[in-house]
T-cell receptor, first 115, second 110 residues
Framework: DARVTQTPRDKVTEMGQEVTMRCQPILGHNTVFWYRQTMMQGLELLAYFRNRAPLDDSGMPKDRFSAEMPDATLATLKIQPSEPRDSAVYFC?????????????FGPGTRLTVL | RKEVEQDPGPFNVPEGATVAFNCTYSNSASQSFFWYRQDCRKEPKLLMSVYSSGNEDGRFTAQLNRASQYISLLIRDSKLSDSATYLCVVNKGAYYKLSFGAGTTVTVRA
């Protein structure tokens, strides 16, 4: 049963520290999405990639967030410096062009707490 | 106005009951519609796609009304395991981009 994996599952850090979250998409999937979920805002799309190329990162605060796909099996989301308002659950999801571009499979998430 | 709006609930229903709820979407160019399910402290999981003609998957029935821009989900013969938050999801009209509602919480009691 193929799954999206994310590390770490939980992260507690102090304001100003760098945070890196990692995602391994399902093998063969060519689209990767980063979402953030909070009680107040719900699920927000931060960035997404197709065939490792960034297609849209308009949902991401550019001054402190960056997303990359160094290879087809790894996507990263980095926050530098982190702030308390970044506390949220960060989900990675992957998908593929066929049979449907809209079906996305979510990883278990990284629960980030910034003190 | 939010792109996808849902009644947050909670809907508290006894086992065996039928529960139904809607969501509305604002982008008339949306082409694809889904219901996802999210359990407490877990990731969202695709429950079912929603087609224009309406579709069923076991005890779950989804309907789409394009003219009024709303989607519904009906759960028959509710089980305790149906307790979750149901997210209404709409394609934003742009390739790959989905917009998620805030979710409707359903609690099924014994």
């Amino acid at each position: 049963d193929a799954r999206v994996t994310q590390t770490p599952r939980d992260k507690v850090t102090e304001m100003g520290q760098e945070v890196t979250m990692r995602c391994q998409p399902i093998l063969g999937h060519n689209t990767v999405f980063w979402y953030r979920q909070t009680m107040m805002q719900g699920l927000e799309l931060l960035a997404y990639f197709r065939n490792r190329a960034p297609l849209d990162d308009s949902g991401m605060p550019k001054d402190r967030f960056s997303a990359e796909m160094p290879d087809a099996t790894l996507a990263t989301l980095k926050i530098q410096p982190s702030e308390p308002r970044d506390s949220a659950v960060y989900f990675c999801a992957s998908g593929q062009d066929f049979p449907s571009t809209d079906t996305q499979y979510f990883g278990p998430g990284t629960r980030l707490t910034v003190l | 106005r939010k792109e996808v709006e849902q009644d947050p609930g909670p809907f508290n229903v006894p086992e065996g009951a039928t529960v139904a709820f809607n969501c509305t979407y604002s982008n008339s160019a949306s082409q694809s519609f889904f219901w996802y399910r999210q359990d407490c402290r877990k990731e969202p999981k695709l429950l079912m796609s929603v087609y224009s003609s309406g579709n069923e998957d076991g005890r779950f029935t989804a309907q789409l009304n394009r003219a009024s821009q709303y989607i519904s989900l009906l759960i028959r013969d509710s089980k305790l395991s149906d307790s979750a938050t149901y997210l209404c999801v709409v394609n934003k009209g742009a390739y790959y981009k989905l917009s998620f509602g805030a979710g409707t919480t359903v609690t099924v009691r014994a």
